[in-house]
């Protein structure tokens, strides 16, 4: 029988979009070749219409460029609709591309919500409100166990701020009279003044030797008045 008839075949797969589209593509610089060779052409005949004089043979070249000319248009028209295939293939692929990425959001949107209700599950708002409560309470305690801690029990109650403030003062001054390096309490006092030097008499002056004289051993002669006593 299958040899009567044949076999079936198997219906080959539909071409894809990008399939389509190269195949376009590549008939478009097909139609793209031909129409530089024709330019070229063209140049050519422009060129010995230019060198030729009017008559029969000037005339010959200007039907044959006519003739490359009609073909050129009729080229161009294939490229032009070849172009807009491509185009329209082009608006298709990207919108199919669009909607396979849709689907692919929407997968990954409705696996997200599905594991987000399991965690939902997992976990109550009236919990979480109680452990911040909770917390916070705590955090209160610590405050005032750390405050109770910190405090001094030397220090009053009440403390009399200007006197602190005289303190200060005095503290400055005893300061700023030791800057020089000795303590305020082993400084003279410099408006009373010194009783072993205000009751002792004067040094005396000028040299003695040179008032009384000396004797030929170089010592000081004595006075004749004190001889003849």
Do not use: C, W
């Not at 610089?29 to 140049?43: F, H, I, M, Q």
């Amino acid at each position: 029988m299958k040899r009567v008839f044949g076999v079936k075949k198997d219906k080959e797969p539909p071409p894809s979009i990008q399939d389509a589209s190269d195949r376009i593509n590549k008939r478009g610089d097909n139609v793209e070749e031909k129409l530089k060779k024709l330019d070229a052409e063209l140049s050519r005949y422009k060129e010995q219409i230019k060198k030729t004089r009017p008559g029969p043979a000037q005339e010959a070249i200007k039907a044959r460029a006519m003739r490359v000319l009609k073909q050129k248009r009729m080229y161009e028209g294939q490229r032009d609709m070849l172009y807009s295939q491509t185009f329209n293939l082009d608006q298709v692929a990207f919108a199919s591309e669009g909607l396979k990425d849709a689907q692919q959001t929407m997968s990954a949107l409705k696996s997200a919500n599905k594991e987000l209700k399991g965690m939902m599950k997992t976990v109550n708002i009236q919990d979480i409100d109680n452990l911040q409560d909770e917390m916070m309470d705590m955090m209160d305690v610590s405050n005032e166990i750390q405050e109770t801690l910190g405090r001094s029990y030397s220090v009053p109650d009440y403390i009399d701020e200007e006197e602190l403030m005289g303190e200060l003062d005095a503290l400055e001054a005893d300061m700023g009279s030791e800057a020089d390096g000795i303590p305020s309490y082993l400084q003279p006092d410099k408006e009373e003044p010194d009783v072993d030097t205000e009751f002792l008499p004067a040094a005396p002056t000028g040299n003695t030797t040179a008032a009384q004289g000396e004797d030929e051993h170089g010592l000081p002669t004595v006075p004749r008045a004190s001889l003849r006593s």
